[in-house]
């Protein structure tokens, strides 16, 4: 059994948002588009406090139920079977996002028969390496839909250096149309 992961396709980190992947909204189309090949749909959502130790390193970002905390407008998020939310607590980060604190992902795919999860969403360098990573350490076969991501790339090297350690690592990369 495979899944899809949306991680963080949230307004903040898209163009207009606190915190945005310059390219962000590029991936919505190829995502809503992706869906159509899975049975499991899950996504995660970036879900901080008003205030957080996490906003020490970053402009304040999807604090808990407000629009920038929503899903950007032109996913189609009916589809989505279950949302984890993440970076709950005001003391750690919470990137990845079998971190959620509303409902355990790991568990959750192995009771669902999942064996391989196809990650994408944003932001690249972030929450889509960290949540890859976990999934490798989990033990899930682990693929990174590379049409499907995008990074805020504030250093020009952010991007490809994340693309290397989550290879490194053991995932996947590949197009969406080869899924
Ligand atoms: C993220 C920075 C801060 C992400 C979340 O979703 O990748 N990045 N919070
Ligand atoms: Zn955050």
New binding site residues.
């Given amino acids: 059994m495979k899944a899809l992961i949306i991680?963080?396709l949230?307004n903040d980190?898209c163009p207009g948002g606190a915190?945005p992947?310059p390219e962000g909204d590029h991936i919505v189309p190829v995502i809503n588009k992706l869906m159509n090949k899975f049975y499991l749909i899950v996504a995660?959502k970036?879900w901080?406090p008003e205030s957080t130790v996490?906003f020490e390193?970053?402009p304040a970002?999807?604090v808990r139920k407000t629009s920038g905390a929503e899903f950007h407008p032109g996913l189609n998020s009916a589809k989505i079977q279950k949302v984890f939310l993440k970076?709950t607590d005001d003391k750690d980060?919470?990137?990845s996002a079998f971190e959620a604190t509303n409902e355990n992902l790991a568990e959750y795919l192995r009771k669902k028969q999942v064996s391989e999860l196809y990650v994408t969403?944003?932001?690249?360098?972030?929450?889509?390496?960290?949540t890859a990573l976990e999934s490798l350490r989990q033990g899930f076969k682990t693929f990174v839909v590379e049409d499907a991501v995008q990074g805020?790339n504030a250093h020009p090297n952010d991007v490809p250096q994340a693309k290397a350690e989550m290879e490194e690592a053991g995932a996947h990369f590949i197009k969406a149309d080869e899924v």
């Fill in positions: 991680v963080d949230q980190f915190l992947a995660s970036d901080h996490h390193k970053w970002h999807c970076g980060d919470g990137y969403g944003l932001v690249t360098e972030y929450c889509v390496k960290q805020i």
